[in-house]
Each structure stands twice: as C-alpha cells, then as structure tokens.
C-alpha cells in the first residue's frame, strides 16, 4: 500500500510540473532584421509554433525544472514553397533570463531567434 501512494504521489508532483503556466516571448530575426515578434502562453512540455511568413517556422517546447528552462526546438527554413528543417537546437537558460540561437554565416542568411521565458 505505501507503495502505491508512493507512486500516486510521484505521478501527481509529475503533472503539476508538467502543467506550469510559461509565457514565451520570441522575436526571430533574419539578417539582423526583426521578422516577428511574438508571446505565447503554453504550459511546460507543450509544444509551441512560431511563424515568421515565408522565411522561418519555429518550434519550440519549453520544459521547466526548479529556475531552469530547457528549450527543445527546431527551427525551418521556408525554401521553393515550403518550410525544411535545418536545425534543432536544444538550449538551458534560467527564468526570466533571455536564450539565443543563431545559425548561418555572414554572406547567406543568418537566422537568430530570442526566447525569454517567465512563470505566469
């Protein structure tokens, strides 16, 4: 029996982590220049989407754990009508503390994505 409530309890501290309320705000930009600027709501382990029209899509799930965000994402590219992935980076930052992905080289595209996330 102390088993099964030992379990019970695990399961239910793991869905009330798995349900904290996030707000992300996430600015992309393409060669230094603000494409979109956005803030979503979702909750920790919940995949958000961010599109930037005809140049970058941008998935992102953001999982909270104690002060630490781990954000899992990838990251598409629009090309010849449609988006294809070319990165999925995954990036630890502290609350309220902004995270930076950049990918590309001077010459071609550059595509540098902020997320600043904070409990709400």
Known sequence: MKKILSVLS???AFSAFANEPLELTVNVYLNNELVVADVVQ???GQLQSITAKDVLMFNVT???NDDVVTLTSSMH???DGSFSKFAE???RVALDKQAVIEIGTEGKNIY???VTTKKI
């Open 10 to 12: 695990l399961v239910a």
């Open 62 to 64: 953001p999982t909270l």
């Open 89 to 91: 980076p995954v990036l």
């Open 77 to 79: 590219k629009y090309k």
């Open 112 to 114: 540098k994505v902020e």
């Open 42 to 44: 979702a909750e920790s």
